[in-house]
């Protein structure tokens, strides 16, 4: 079976880092996709890794381990308009679908 | 903004009733998948289509079909609702199949089943 892992719930204050983790067993991997979704919103792409290593942009960062088959966000300076979902989904090179993470909630205080 | 466009973006249906939903992909996109979201849920792959043919299916049941156009618009039908078919539903396009490209989310449409 397919099983990916994310926090459901995680606390942050404004200016502050956080890390959010995401761990796979997938019967493929090809890539590990983050979105952000804000409630009511559709997902919207953040980023795609497919070779290990970390990956920036700008305040945002990901990681990947295949080997561990973990994968995690970093958001630096936070601020209020980071307060959404984060979903991973792995990429299985099955040619047709994404197994998505059910999506950590961020919430950022003052 | 994506360039992915659904309708509609909420509606209410009666349970045993059908329902179709609507979604215009990004210009030169040729693949569309559908998604299924419950809240506090993250997506559920019903579906992909690909130049006209389904490519992929997850693991729905058969009231839940598809169609794309010429254009790569794309539609989903849900027959014979039931009260757990609430959801949002989500349309997704790339360019090319899923594997290895970026998927586009349109807003989704928001299914209430009563």
């Known amino acids: 079976g397919q099983n990916i892992d994310q926090p459901t719930e995680m606390t942050a204050t404004e200016g502050a880092i956080v890390q959010i983790n995401c761990t796979y067993q997938t019967s493929g991997f090809n890539g590990l996709f983050w979105y952000q979704q804000h409630a009511g919103e559709a997902p919207t792409f953040l980023s795609y890794?497919?070779l290990d290593g970390l990956e920036e942009k700008g305040r945002f960062s990901s990681f990947l381990s295949r080997s561990k088959g973990y994968s995690y966000l970093l958001l630096k300076e936070l601020q209020m308009k980071d307060s959404a979902s984060y979903l991973c989904a792995v990429d299985l090179d099955s040619n047709y679908q994404l197994i998505w993470g059910a999506g950590t909630k961020l919430i950022i205080k003052p | 903004e994506t360039g992915v466009t659904q309708s509609p973006t909420h509606l209410i249906k009666t349970r045993g009733q059908q329902v179709t939903l609507r979604c215009s992909s990004q210009?030169?996109?040729?693949?569309v998948s559908w998604y299924q979201q419950a809240l506090g849920q993250g997506p559920q792959f019903i579906f992909q289509?690909?130049?006209?043919?389904?490519?992929g299916r997850g693991n729905f049941p058969p009231r839940f079909s598809g169609l794309q156009f010429p254009n790569y618009s794309s539609e989903l039908n849900v027959n014979a609702l039931e009260l757990d078919d609430s959801a949002l539903y989500l349309c997704?396009?790339?360019?090319?199949?899923?594997?290895?490209?970026?998927?586009?989310f349109g807003e989704g449409s928001w299914l209430t089943v009563v």
């Open positions: 289509y690909y130049r006209e043919e389904e490519n």
């Open positions: 890794n497919v």
């Open positions: 997704a396009s790339s360019l090319g199949r899923t594997s290895g490209n970026t998927i586009y």
């Open positions: 210009s030169g996109h040729n693949t």
